[in-house]
């Protein structure tokens, strides 16, 4: 979508909310936060600060509230807000951030209980936001602490003009994605006379990278249901990380590592997610964003080519019992679909707005009224089909409204295709929930992010990588404690016994 179509989209829309931004009424603002100034935080982007950017001078306009977006590197979000509240610097109001950090962040006191303003505010329409998204990315221990302004999925993306062609069915397991991409890898897919991909992943350390391992492994480890969990034994808190399961999508994820561009090892999400919308690769694994940058004008050469399905799967499940590979049957594999087991990963869980308990009253009003506004229905459902916000669908409305998709430019049918495939995730029994635990960012972001780097670079064997994890994952946890460390996955899970 065009920068333009995207302000006009904007006024149209936006319009008949401007006047209603409030802490919980939906009556006019005016100007009942002059003076106020919001410093909300997020990571550089441009994707998830852009629309926060664009939209913070109208929500100026209509309440008198400034609202000053200050940008961090991904990789020093977590740290530098959680230090900056823990030590009382207080230099931010609000944050935009992972929802998985809540375990560091709310048990100190440092997000404020938004609960109370949520079943309050009539203009945010709580209850049409997903589920899962409301009662996981906002809820930590029953009370809401943060606003959902995206929800997040790792799904698959293919070439529907490419497969169609070649007589090819899209991925239902992890070898059917590597025969595809194979089949693709060297061959001219966007007519230009070069060699094109037969996938396309953003492999680079520190660019998210570990949750692409994740997806693959997920249908490996989990197969039970949600509550099973795929981090670690629900019993003893042992990471699943050194078991024959873990073993083979540590092979597939080396396999993907060579099926694809040259420098696919240094490839950030923007460069993976580039090359797929130009029209240079066959699949991908990615959140939402594909599919709306795939009807980019400006960039895209695969509009209406693009499908999506839900993370392919495994037919050899762990059986826990003994510790091995099995084959999926009735009893182990109880969600299975042809004998295959999907298990899709929710990964991160969605960009969502927390508050700055510290922050004075008068600007965490102000700040709470922003992120409703941020994630009302008028605004979301527009800025979740333009692709560099980086939002993708998290609400009931989102979904059900396909007139918001087709406008955007996406035909009726990629629409279906694109939302189904979310949805399918959202509605598995067995989605797999990202792990949500004190110090989630070191176990994710330093011990599994390097150890899998270093993996891909050819430097550890499978052995000694399962090794490497399980090993500085139990060393964290005894250091943080096991049993407060178990309690608090479990928790995580739902799971009460």
Known sequence: MSRLLAKALVLVVGAAVIASCSNGSTTSTGNKFSGVTVRVVTFTGPQIAEPLQRRAPDFEKATGAKVQVITVPFSDLYQKVLTDFATKTNSYDATVFDPQWMGDYVPPGYLEDLTDRVQNDSTLQWNDIAPFFRDFSATFKGRVYTIPLDGDFQMVYYRKDLLQKDGLQ????????????????????????????????????????????????????????????????????????????????????????????????????????????????????????????????????????????????????????????????????????????????????????????????????????????????????????IGKTGFNPYRTSHFNNLDTWTKAGMSEQAAKDYLGAIQASLQSPNMVLDLRIPQTAYYQQTALDTALADFLAGNGSVSQTMTRITTQWNAKTDEIGRQSQLDAYKASLSVTK
């Open 170 to 385: 899209p991925p239902v397991t992890w070898q059917d994605y590597i025969a595809i991409a194979k089949h693709f890898q060297g061959k001219d897919l966007n007519g230009d006379g070069k060699a094109d991909y037969g996938s396309c992943l953003a492999m680079k350390r520190s660019a998210q990278s570990y949750w692409a391992w994740i997806s693959v492994a997920a249908a490996y480890l989990q197969s039970q249901g949600t509550k099973q969990g795929a981090f670690f034994n629900i019993d003893n808190m042992q990471p699943l990380t050194n078991n024959p399961a873990a073993a083979a999508a540590l092979d597939v994820y080396k396999q993907l590592s060579k099926i694809g561009p040259p420098d696919q090892l240094n490839n950030d999400v923007g460069d993976s997610r580039g090359l797929f919308v130009g029209g240079r690769c066959a699949l991908s694994l990615d959140w939402g964003d594909i599919g709306t940058l795939a009807i980019d004008k400006t960039q895209s050469k695969v509009a209406d080519k693009v499908g999506a399905v839900i993370l392919p799967g495994s037919k050899q499940v762990l059986d826990r019992s003994t510790g091995q590979l099995a084959d999926c049957n009735a009893t182990l594999c109880p969600y299975a679909t042809n004998g295959v087991n999907h298990a899709p990963f929710a990964a991160f869980g969605g960009w969502s707005g927390a508050i700055n308990k510290a922050s004075s009253s008068k600007v965490k009003d102000a700040a709470f009224a922003f992120l409703s506004y941020m994630s009302a229905p008028a605004q979301s459902s527009v800025d979740v089909t």
